[in-house]
Nanobody, 127 residues
């Protein structure tokens, strides 16, 4: 069992930066696959970024590639999302998610593949 708690959201102007953090508790965190998703009002939850449990493989949605950076520190059970050059369309509730290890990469972007979810943190980008 893994419990996830996000933090670091807030209000920022367009072009600014935020760093989200996801604190995980529970055994075997270091072997869990992790991801960030977001959901804007009236829209479906969408994939943002993912990182394999080894930390050596990352994936980003096309709209975030080059602006966002996902990372993790297994020693302190934390995952991060550094968000730079933020745009108003990045406004959403951001969720971290986790699942037990799985082979292949094709599932990384699918929300239904993740088992554990945090409560979310609001990110609002003003124009």
């Amino acid at each position: 069992q893994v419990q996830l708690v996000e933090s670091g959201g807030g209000l920022v102007q367009a072009g600014g930066s935020l760093r989200l953090s996801c604190a995980a508790s529970g055994r075997m965190y270091s072997t869990y696959e992790m991801g960030w998703f977001r959901q804007a009002p009236g829209k479906e939850r969408e994939f943002v970024a993912a990182i394999r449990w080894t930390g050596g493989r990352t994936d980003y949605s096309d709209s975030e590639k080059g602006r966002f950076t996902i990372s993790r520190e297994n020693a302190v059970n934390r995952m991060y999302l550094q968000m730079d050059t933020l745009k108003p369309e990045d406004t959403a509730v951001y969720y971290c998610a986790a699942r037990s290890p799985r082979g292949g990469d094709s599932w990384l972007r699918r929300a239904e593949e993740y088992v554990y979810w945090g409560q979310g943190t609001q990110v609002t980008v003003s124009s």
